[in-house]
């Protein structure tokens, strides 16, 4: 129903086809729209899941992009989770109300460093050892730049940092955490009043055993001691855009299923 002001007509509702509204103390007329979109059409549902597990994404993989994509990113006039999702829009993928993560083609760095070659990897439990190439690939790579090796576990919603070598140690070997505790051991579900969410892709079920992804990039030597600035140290320190990090992009190692310890 339309409010009216004797004098000045109506200046807020809507009366047939016109609807009057105020906006900074002026009186504006529209007509109202025959049609709209569907907001829960099949294109409106993939593209709110997918941003929603982009999202998510960004957020579980927060320490390895900081890394990996702030000097990159920071140029481009992007924060990191703004440009991981440019650069793996075409990664996610929606189909019968779920999405699906492409993990080994995600792109967690962007850098000019090259990247080592990993030639094995061996896992004993919750033991990996992971053997590469040590030998420098081009001129502005150097023999002491620092391979940082990565655990995700999207299951258990953890990135960690498992390692940092020398390049020239070919080697690398470390214990993957065990998240028994971590992980919920029965459904997560949503309040009786809600029905389940089947896009949330970090939903918890039942398991034995955790799936890790292993992901490796490399930083060059001069700029390796710098660590990670978490987020009150971003806003403290104002200067944080012109962190001179040169990395390499990511490489995706494999997945490895490790067992939950009773």
């Not at 189909?95 to 061996?122: E, M, N, R, W």
């Not at 051991?185 to 809600?194: G, H, L, Q, V, W």
């Amino acid at each position: 129903m339309a409010k009216t002001n004797p004098t000045l007509g109506p200046n807020s509702g809507k009366i047939g086809d016109l609807v009057y509204y105020t906006r900074f103390g002026k009186e504006f007329v529209r007509r109202k729209a025959k049609t709209f979109n569907d907001c829960k059409s099949e294109a409106q549902l993939r593209q709110r899941a997918i941003f929603k597990a982009t999202q998510q994404t960004a957020a579980l993989y927060g320490s390895l992009l900081q890394r990996g994509l702030t000097k990159y990113a920071h140029s481009q006039g992007h924060t990191e989770a703004n440009e991981f999702s440019r650069l793996n829009k075409e990664r996610f993928s929606y189909a019968d109300g779920k999405v699906t993560i492409d993990y080994p083609a995600l792109q967690l760095a962007v850098g000019p460093l090259p990247s080592v070659a990993f030639t094995a990897c061996h896992a004993g439990g919750l033991h990996i050892t992971l053997t590469f190439d040590p030998n420098p690939s081009a001129d502005k790579a150097r023999p002491d730049d620092v391979v940082h090796i990565y655990a995700v576990s999207p299951q258990a919603e953890v990135c960690m940092l498992m390692t940092s070598v020398e390049r020239q140690s070919g080697q690398a070997a470390f214990e993957l955490p065990d998240l028994s505790d971590e992980v919920t051991t029965a459904c997560k579900k949503e309040p009786t009043n809600k029905p389940l969410n089947k896009t949330n892709a970090f939903t918890h079920s039942r398991t034995n055993a955790i799936n890790y992804h292993l992901y490796a990039i490399v930083e060059a030597a001069n700029t390796a001691p710098i660590s990670t600035l978490s987020a009150a140290e971003k806003k403290a320190n104002k200067l944080h855009r012109n962190i001179n990090r040169r990395v390499s992009n990511s490489i995706f190692i494999g997945s490895i299923i490790a067992p939950c310890l009773p």
